[in-house]
């Protein structure tokens, strides 16, 4: 039998989490939450725990997964691929002119969160695009890199998880599936996912709360003290930020070097093509439809694929316009790679995290000690407090969804007979997309989460600056999204639902949110 850690299996990410928003260093918390879980495995042996933290874990479970390497080396390669387009003066030129059509921060802004909707297709991809896409811009109109760092996380995972062909799609439906088959229920697992949809009240609200945040122009709680530092002052990043991303002066273009947007535009282009026939080749191409190829690929070996293809387009049309010689280019790209090494440390350690906390069974034991209390027209609701606690807790959305969802449908199922109901009723399918959103929510929260860390790396944000200021606005949504878990249990159509939930964000953004201009004045 597995050695049982019981509520032990909490410290850890507690201790990461806690002394990472309290000291604000996220590579030590990381790593001193790790070595605490490490030296509870090793009957509380220090100096064990010390060797193998790094032996076992960091090396052994996090840089020998396939997956993690795959992340990681996606992050290299972007940066690259970024380092090159600055050195041919395509990110200077874009700047420049979508600088001239922004009219007003709200415009830049708005910008921003329709492109985290239109990459809708992977979370990481979205996070490290629109980022390093748009920074400049964003920049330019001193907007603070905690506002823009929340505006593309909350866009990137909530777009992701609900869109019907995305890198998300395989794992909600084979788990639905894999739940219906052990219940022997018949129901096509892909319109149980489109029904689930008006239950995502989270990820739905969140997008809406994201918008009103930017058209009506306020904020509240340290986002507000974010802005007005930024707009009073020019500092986007706070005095002592970390960004966990590095700006190198020595990517920019060199002297006499007149850049175009379409030296931005084409490695984007490509790397998008690359990214959606990637998708599908590897998740199976002619033998699959296009939802289930996607669904099947490995995104990680995909977006590197169209990193370091789009790296070689741009450095080949780069040397044909003589814009900078090979030797030059390559240094560019290596100098971009280094630009990312601080947020491959900290998704390094978050790997070796996670790979501790589903060593001590944390989501076993959770789940053991709130399974009980689970009653009838409250399940949706309850489960989704479960949800976002185990994502907050363990970094992953995915992982709270592939050990929640097995358990959640049986007991939806059952409360739906009990109280008369059908079997895919209401709190079936309201408890399906409370797992769903929930899962996205926690993610949200967590500093050890790899779509928030890449968040925060895409923008340039300190991250725990990021966490600090995203996580009231989240947290404001979950209780609107938990109050309407309780409605819908009871029977009120989703739909209200989502309406009274947009109400009660307007009516909470105009009234406590203060406004401001783009100055930094308070109006």
Same mark, same amino acid.
């Given at each position: 039998m597995e050695p049982s850690f019981g509520w032990l299996a909490i410290l850890p990410p507690v201790i990461a989490i806690g002394l990472a928003i309290w000291k604000r260093e996220v590579v030590i918390s990381l790593l001193l939450g790790t070595f605490v879980g490490v030296t509870i495995i090793n009957g509380w042996n220090p100096v064990k725990g010390l060797l193998e933290t790094f032996s076992t874990y960091i090396v052994g479970k996090s840089l020998a997964d396939a997956w993690n390497v795959g992340v990681i080396l996606f992050c290299l390669a972007?940066?690259?691929?970024?380092?090159?387009?600055?050195?041919?003066?395509?990110?200077?030129a874009i700047a420049d002119a979508l600088t001239r059509k922004a009219s007003s921060t709200r415009s830049t802004m708005l910008a921003t969160f329709l492109m985290t909707l239109a990459i809708f297709f992977d979370d990481y991809a979205n996070s490290l695009l629109v980022g390093n896409t748009?920074?400049?811009?964003?920049?330019?109109?001193?907007?603070?890199?905690?506002?823009?760092?929340?505006?593309?996380?909350?866009g990137a995972a909530s777009a992701s998880s609900i869109a019907p062909v995305s890198t998300w799609i395989a794992m909600e439906i084979g788990l639905i599936a894999t739940a219906?088959?052990?219940?022997?229920?018949?129901?096509?697992?892909?319109?149980?996912?489109?029904?689930?949809?008006?239950f995502r009240f989270y990820s739905l609200l969140a997008l809406f709360f994201a918008f009103m945040i930017i058209f009506l122009r306020r904020?509240?709680? +340290?986002?507000?003290?974010?802005?007005?530092?930024?707009?009073?002052?020019?500092?986007?990043?706070?005095?002592?930020?970390?960004?966990?991303?590095?700006?190198?002066?020595?990517?920019?273009?060199?002297?006499?070097?007149?850049?175009?947007?379409?030296d931005m535009l084409v490695p984007l282009v490509v790397f998008l093509l690359v990214v959606v026939v990637g998708l599908w080749y590897n998740g199976g191409g002619?033998?699959?439809?296009?939802?289930?190829?996607?669904?099947?690929?490995?995104?990680?070996?995909?977006?590197?694929?169209g990193a370091f293809i789009s790296s070689i387009v741009i450095i080949i049309k780069g040397v044909i316009n003589k814009k900078f010689t090979l030797k030059e280019a390559v240094d560019s790209w290596i100098a971009g790679v280094k630009t990312m090494l601080v947020a491959c440390i900290v998704l390094c350690l978050a790997f070796a995290l996670k790979a501790v906390i589903d060593e001590m069974g944390l989501s076993t034991w959770i789940i053991d000690s709130l399974r009980n209390i689970l009653s009838g027209h409250l399940v949706p609701a309850l489960t989704f407090v479960v949800a976002a606690f185990i994502?907050?807790?363990?970094?992953?959305?995915?992982?709270?969804?592939?050990?929640?969802? +097995?358990?959640?449908? +049986?007991?939806?199922?059952?409360?739906?007979?009990?109280?008369?109901?059908?079997e895919l009723g209401i709190i079936v399918i309201a408890t399906i997309g409370s797992v769903l959103t929930g899962s996205v929510m926690g993610d949200h929260c967590s500093p050890i989460s790899d779509t928030t860390i890449l968040s925060s790396t895409g923008a340039g944000a300190d991250h725990i600056d990021h966490v600090?200021?995203?996580? +009231?606005?989240?947290?404001?949504?979950?209780?609107?999204a938990f109050i309407l878990f309780i409605f819908a249990g009871y029977g009120l159509n989703p739909l209200w639902c989502l309406l009274l939930g947009a109400a009660t964000v307007f009516?909470?953004?105009?009234?406590?949110?203060?406004?401001?201009n783009d100055k930094g004045e308070i109006i």
């Open positions: 972007i940066g690259g691929m970024i380092g090159i387009i600055s050195k041919t003066g395509g990110t200077k748009m920074r400049p811009i964003s920049d330019s109109q001193n907007i603070s890199r905690e506002k823009f760092s929340y505006i593309i996380d909350t219906f088959q052990a219940l022997s229920i018949k129901a096509n697992p892909m319109i149980i996912f489109f029904q689930t949809i008006p904020d509240f709680g +340290p986002m507000l003290e974010a802005e007005l530092r930024a707009r009073r002052t020019g500092k986007v990043n706070r005095d002592g930020a970390v960004p966990i991303v590095t700006e190198d002066k020595s990517l920019l273009p060199d002297e006499g070097i007149v850049g175009t947007i379409y002619m033998e699959k439809s296009i939802k289930d190829a996607f669904g099947d690929a490995d995104a990680s070996v995909v977006l590197t694929w994502a907050t807790a363990t970094g992953t959305s995915w992982g709270t969804c592939a050990i929640l969802m +097995p358990i959640a449908i +049986p007991i939806s199922v059952g409360f739906a007979e009990i109280s008369g109901g059908s600090r200021t995203q996580m +009231p606005y989240a947290i404001v949504v979950a209780v609107i009516a909470i953004i105009r009234f406590v949110g203060t406004k401001y």
